[in-house]
Nanobody, 123 residues
Framework: VQLVESGGGLVHAGESLRLSCVAS????????IGWFRQSPGKEREGVAC????????FYEDSVKGRFTISRDKSGSTMYLQMDTLKPEDTAVYYC?????????????????WGRGTQVTVSS
């Protein structure tokens, strides 16, 4: 099982980025998908999670209205659209998948992880 992120980079505040995560097999369609981020010295936090089976989406408060999580119809790719980026969004972003269709958006509930992609937002 492999998850591979792409789309990170260096942008200015106010700009946008779209992260992608390609999964081997139909993994993304199996349960809950999520995007997490981790800054130096901080815990890995759930940014956005989505369960297609139960139609549930979660967004961390600081990204509500700016970030959107989605997946393609084939179930092989998931996305995180990030708009109006802020310097505090700077972190390594990870995609993850849980076999639980109602997983909470917390690290311990996810089974498979990508290696991460760096997002840096300059002021």
């Amino acid at each position: 099982v492999q998850l591979v992120e792409s789309g990170g980079g260096l942008v200015h505040a106010g700009e946008s980025l779209r992260l992608s995560c390609v999964a081997s097999g139909q993994l993304i369609g199996a349960g809950t998908i999520g995007w997490f981020r981790q800054s130096p010295g901080k815990e890995r936090e759930g940014v956005a999670c989505y369960s297609r089976s139960i139609g549930s989406r979660f967004y961390e408060d600081s990204v509500k209205g700016r970030f959107t999580i989605s997946r393609d119809k084939s179930g092989s790719t998931m996305y995180l659209q990030m708009d109006t980026l802020k310097p505090e969004d700077t972190a390594v972003y990870y995609c993850a998948v849980s076999g639980d269709i109602a997983a909470l958006c917390i690290r311990n509930e996810f089974d498979y992880w990508g290696r991460g992609t760096q997002v840096t937002v300059s002021s």
